[in-house]
């Protein structure tokens, strides 16, 4: 089944212990992207990735790296969480032909962080 | 800079009634693509429509409906006949040059559905 699956998909830690939200893809795609969702915010993008390799800030990358090492694969680490990282998270991928990214967006089921 | 405005946050209708929702953006390019995503109570992202900005064809899937109008940078969205399941957050998306083709996002409007 075509599917972006996300790891954990709910977590509760404490400020200032490095956590890693994992995001994997089955679809070949090579376009990857994580945002967050706060109420009456809609959705923001944190990071995103073109292609392996190859990854660019968002609109809201403070407090936040990603990598992406494989294709399959794009990883939201926080390496010192503070309390107004609690938020909704998703990871998405697209395919992208040539040209900009201008597909539709498969979304993962989200990850809720809460950061105490 | 591109913009995406939902002024609708909550609308409540009673089942069976339609209903439209409202998407105004901004943005300098020529080409650009809109999109429709809904989040159901469970929380995922349900992705409903892409339009390009060179078709202004209106769209309609079942009881879904789409109202492109460039000349007022609107892309409407209208539910016909209303039902329970449609309830939901409904967001409205841009991606173009300007934003360097990733999507910018409405703040989303929630849609409760009444029996």
């Known amino acids: 089944e075509a599917q972006v699956t996300q790891n954990p998909r709910y977590l509760i830690t404490v400020t200032g212990k490095k956590l890693t939200v994992t995001c994997s893809q089955n679809?070949?795609?090579?376009?990857m992207s994580w945002y967050r969702q706060d109420p009456g915010l809609g959705l923001r993008q944190i990071y995103y990735?073109?292609?392996?390799?190859?990854?660019d800030k968002g609109d809201v990358p403070e407090g936040y790296k990603v990598s992406r090492k494989e294709k399959r694969n794009f990883p939201l680490i926080l390496e010192s969480p503070s309390p107004n990282q609690t938020s909704l998270y998703f990871c998405?991928?697209?395919?992208?032909?040539?040209?900009?990214?201008?597909?539709?967006?498969?979304f993962g089921p989200g990850t809720r962080l809460t950061v105490l | 800079a591109q913009k995406v405005t939902q002024a609708q946050t909550e609308i409540s209708v009673v089942e069976k009634e339609d209903v439209t929702l409202d998407c105004v953006y901004e943005?300098?390019?020529?080409?650009?693509?809109l999109f429709w995503y809904k989040q159901p109570p469970s929380g995922e992202l349900v992705f409903l429509i892409r339009?390009?900005?060179?078709d202004e064809q209106n769209e309609i899937s079942g009881r879904y409906s789409w109202n492109f109008q460039k000349s007022t940078s609107s892309f409407n969205f209208t539910i016909t006949a209303s039902q329970v399941v449609d309830s939901a957050v409904y967001f409205c998306?841009?991606?173009?040059?300007?934003?360097?083709?990733?999507?910018?996002w409405g703040a989303g409007t929630k849609l409760i559905i009444k029996p």
């Open positions: 998405a991928s697209s395919l992208q032909g040539p040209g900009p990214p201008r597909n539709e967006q498969f």
């Open positions: 679809m070949n795609h090579e376009y």
């Open positions: 990735s073109m292609n392996v390799e190859v990854t």
């Open positions: 943005t300098r390019d020529t080409t650009y693509y």
């Open positions: 339009r390009n900005s060179f």
């Open positions: 998306a841009l991606s173009g040059l300007d934003s360097n083709y990733q999507l910018i």
